[in-house]
């Protein structure tokens, strides 16, 4: 669950403020100008179109009446003829309308013949208050002429009296609009200066404002030291109890390195499970070192919102000669860190300009090992699985060597680890796999191979695939493959690693489970998931003639095996008293150097051939 940001956010600067506040002003003040005076506008234009119409109308229906009245009053046509006095034309009264705050309305009228002449006064024969609006309508075929004005004057001061309305109402939506999207604006502003600071999980500071912190020390000439500080396994803690844990580890972190820096200290997460503390006027290494301590021992400590404890690893670089710059000096606490990590857990390294050597010759390790596939320098060994009983050699474990160019032999501890960093674990494992298949399908006697599956292998939509593609391809019985996971593939998605069992049932393929023994819960493990044989770690032959209670663990294991129905595999023996010791515990079948070391297809192709009972004295 993601924290709550707390109120007091990273304020804007001045002149974010300011632009911001006049870019708000100006857009609120054209929009309240606009909505005040729209409706006075509309109001008086409206009233306008509204009178027009109606003196229109009243205007024809006038020369209407005098037409009618010329027809029967001779005198009007002598007075449209310009031979008479039209005063009589004076006696129509002109209507009186009222407008809707109550005043009166006068239509006044004149009538006039073709050449424009009044022919009498107005009617009535006052001035019409400004402004006014008139309109003309002919008739007795253009004769005469009937023309009628209005005065707009009150609707003037209706409009009036509203734009004083709608100024006060524009007053009020300006300083409404403008102070609440204000505050709106201002606070997403604090929000998004938050975010753009601060990692949002735990509240720490971000890489960049670390480096700029960083930059600004140096500039002022101040001695500075960087701590990067790397978790150890966090990975497994995401795996196997889910990502809302890991985020709870994450926080819990962050709080105890906050706990443990000093106030002057800057504490932030650069990303992932990557903390950094940057020390400032930094204190001699003496006082980091017990800082580094005091952090690892802080973290193993356990945390009710969390099961277990987290180590960590920790990088340091110091301002120097060495490190002038703030990317030198990340730099280096990088590559102090990587020291640590490369050598154990809950460890902590000073940056050494040698690391940059070592840095090199990583990069060229790891590129040879990316090239490796398509250069042909790997190549698969064959170790003997036998009966404790008979001696015959009843399978074989392929086990990958890697020639590097230039180099020679590379032990399988150091790049197997590093092919998984990199990723391309699954095309080297798949390609051991359809090697074994292709080889033991020529073998004399048709012995298991046995072939160890990475997790990263594992998890792969397309191994299945693989898997029967290479069954197909060499034509081997699927009955005698044997696929070696450990339990690590099986934490987290535990309902794949179950349904990719099940799969390669279907196919005909068996499952062992490889290093038993060695992890917190591989008992559980025997009754989830319906693997067809254990393998014992060497360390528990190793030590099974000097504790007894190693032996009561190995030989309670092999009952329980023998009880599921499962087939045991002890490896790691070579000499004949761990051979009779781990028979006599109840163990059916064994591995080591007493029996084979690890040896080309062709040697063991003349093992098989020489004879189907073999024991050895190596």
């Not at 304020?11 to 909505?35: E, H, K, N, Y």
């Not at 009166?104 to 609006?133: C, E, K, M, V």
């Not at 971000?206 to 701590?227: C, F, S």
């Not at 049932?505 to 499952?511: K, L, P, Q, T, W």
């Amino acid at each position: 669950m993601l924290p709550v940001i707390p109120a007091q956010l990273t304020p804007p600067s001045d002149a974010q403020l300011r632009l911001v506040r006049r870019i708000v002003t100006a857009l609120v003040g054209i929009s309240a100008v606009i909505i005040g005076a729209c409706f006075p506008l509309a109001y008086f234009y409206a009233a306008q179109a509204r009178l027009t119409g109606e003196i229109v109308v009243e205007a024809r229906l006038f020369a209407g009446e005098m037409a009618t009245i010329a027809e029967q009053n001779p005198d009007f046509w002598n007075a449209l003829a310009g031979s008479a006095d039209a005063a009589s034309v004076g006696t129509l009264e002109p209507p009186r309308r009222g407008d809707a705050q109550g005043q009166i309305q006068i239509t006044r009228r004149i009538f006039r013949n073709s050449d424009g002449r009044a022919l009498s006064p107005p009617i009535p024969d006052i001035a019409l208050p400004w402004p006014t609006i008139s309109t003309r309508s002919d008739f007795l075929r253009g004769l005469g002429t009937v023309e009628v004005s209005l005065s707009l004057q009150p609707a003037l001061w209706n409009t009036s009296a509203l734009s004083v309305a709608s100024i006060a109402f524009a007053i009020l939506l300006f300083y409404s609009l403008r102070e609440f999207p204000l505050r709106l604006l201002l606070r997403e502003m604090r929000r998004a200066n938050y975010l753009a600071q601060h990692d949002p999980l735990t509240g720490l500071f971000n890489r960049t404002v670390l480096t700029q912190q960083l930059e600004k020390a140096l500039e002022e000439g101040r001695d500075v030291a960087l701590l990067l500080i790397d978790l150890d396994d966090f990975k497994t803690i995401n795996d196997s109890s889910g990502h809302d844990e890991g985020d709870k580890t994450l926080q819990f972190v962050a709080r105890k390195l906050t706990m443990a820096a000093r106030t002057t200290d800057m504490v932030a997460r650069l990303g992932g499970d990557e903390f950094a503390i940057l020390l400032v006027d930094a204190p001699s290494d003496d006082v980091i070192i017990k800082l580094c301590d005091d952090i690892v021992a802080a973290l193993r400590e356990d945390d009710v919102a969390r099961r277990g404890t987290v180590g960590a690893s920790i990088g340091i670089s110091r301002s120097g000669n060495e490190a002038r710059t703030a990317l030198e000096i990340l730099k280096g606490a990088d590559l102090a860190l990587y020291q640590a990590k490369t050598e154990g857990q809950n460890l902590r390294r000073f940056y050494d300009p040698l690391l940059h050597e070592q840095v090199r010759l990583r990069n060229a390790f790891e590129s040879d090992l990316r090239l490796a596939l398509s250069r042909d320098e790997f190549y698969v060994l064959y170790q003997p699985q036998v009966s404790l009983k008979t001696r015959e050699v009843e399978g074989a474990e392929a086990l990958i060597r890697w020639h590097r160019l230039g180099h020679g032999l590379v032990s399988p501890q150091q790049f197997i680890p590093c092919a998984e960093a990199l990723g391309c674990i699954k095309e080297i494992g798949a390609w051991v796999l359809r090697q074994a298949c292709r080889e033991a399908a020529s073998w004399p006697r048709p012995v298991d191979v046995s072939v160890n599956v990475s997790p990263l292998q594992f998890r792969d939509p397309q191994f299945l695939d693989i898997v029967r593609e290479a069954l197909e391809n060499s034509g081997l019985d699927p009955g005698r493959l044997v696929l070696e996971v450990t339990e690590s593939l099986l934490l987290g998605d535990t309902d794949h690693a179950l349904a990719t069992i099940s799969e390669l049932h279907a196919i005909g393929v068996s499952v062992a489970l490889d290093d038993f023994g060695t992890g917190f819960s591989s008992l559980s493990y025997l009754t989830r998931f319906r693997f067809d044989a254990i393998k014992i770690d060497r360390s528990f032959v190793q030590r099974a003639a000097e504790d007894p209670r190693i032996m009561a663990v190995l030989r309670a294991i092999f009952q329980l095996a023998h009880s599921l129905e499962l087939g045991v595999t002890a490896e790691g023996i070579e000499t004949e008293t761990q051979a009779l010791l781990i028979a006599s515990l109840g163990c059916r079948k064994g591995q080591g150097y007493l029996f084979g070391k690890p040896e080309p297809e062709r040697n063991f192709v003349s093992r098989l051939a020489d004879t189907p009972a073999l024991v050895a004295r190596m």
